[in-house]
């Protein structure tokens, strides 16, 4: 089945610090890609997707371009702030139905 | 629009007692999902279902068991109640496998 490897946090940043949260993806096939990012004591909410190649996924100032050839999905943002700290979860769209996650990436973004 | 609804939002339970952890989603998506996450880990996958009367295992079903006899619910049994089993437990909705998921608020289980 299809899986990702992100870097391992916790990132801990500076407030208007640049941002980037490495993923990489196996995939069957081109799934449609999605950054998920989930704010302390919630369920994850969708940030960003792109469904094929070469597509930006764009929202809230994040950005992430799905790359086919090095099959990466890397996040980034030019200027955290201190809201954004939260876990951030890299998935490849699943093609049985049966989606695995990785193990997140926590930001912490200090004032 | 309700999205996804996952009841209780907290329970204990002790040793060996059962229940079931509800969740229905009004969007009529066909994929339903299941996870656990422990405390600082990523999310773990129980099982899923592709339809109605379709259940699958994930990667950690043992313990768990699930049926949906229906598009709408998806609820989520514990026979007999482990501290292994305490976790937060996430349902998730999807609308075609190439759709993003949405997510419940999760349900706090602890088992002492």
């Known amino acids: 089945g299809n899986s990702v490897t992100q870097m391992e946090g916790p990132v801990t940043l500076s407030e208007e610090a640049f941002l980037t949260i490495n993923c990489t993806y196996t995939?069957?096939?081109?799934?449609?890609l999605f950054w998920y990012v989930q704010y302390p004591g919630e369920g994850l909410q969708l940030l960003l997707k792109a469904t094929k190649a070469d597509d930006k996924g764009s929202n809230k100032g994040f950005e992430a371009t799905y790359r086919k050839e090095t099959t990466s999905f890397h996040l980034e943002k030019g200027s955290v702030q201190v809201s954004d700290s939260a876990v951030y979860f890299c998935a490849p769209a699943s093609n049985t139905g049966k989606l695995i996650f990785g193990q997140g990436t926590t930001l912490q973004v200090k004032p | 629009n309700a999205g996804v609804t996952q009841t209780p939002k907290f329970r204990i339970l002790k040793i060996g007692q059962s229940m079931t952890l509800q969740c229905t989603q009004d969007m009529n998506h066909n994929y339903m999902y299941w996870y656990r996450q422990d405390p600082g880990m990523g999310l773990k996958l129980i099982y899923y279902?592709?339809?109605?009367?379709?259940?699958d295992k994930g990667e950690v079903p043992n313990g768990y068991n699930v049926s949906r006899s229906t598009t709408e619910d998806f609820p989520l049994r514990l026979e007999l109640a482990a501290p292994s089993q305490t976790s937060v437990y996430f349902c998730?909705?999807?609308?075609?496998?190439?759709?993003?998921?949405?997510f419940g608020n999760g349900t706090r289980l602890t088992v002492t």
């Open positions: 998730a909705s999807g609308q075609t496998l190439d759709s993003p998921l949405h």
């Open positions: 279902s592709v339809g109605a009367g379709i259940t």
């Open positions: 995939a069957t096939g081109y799934p449609s």
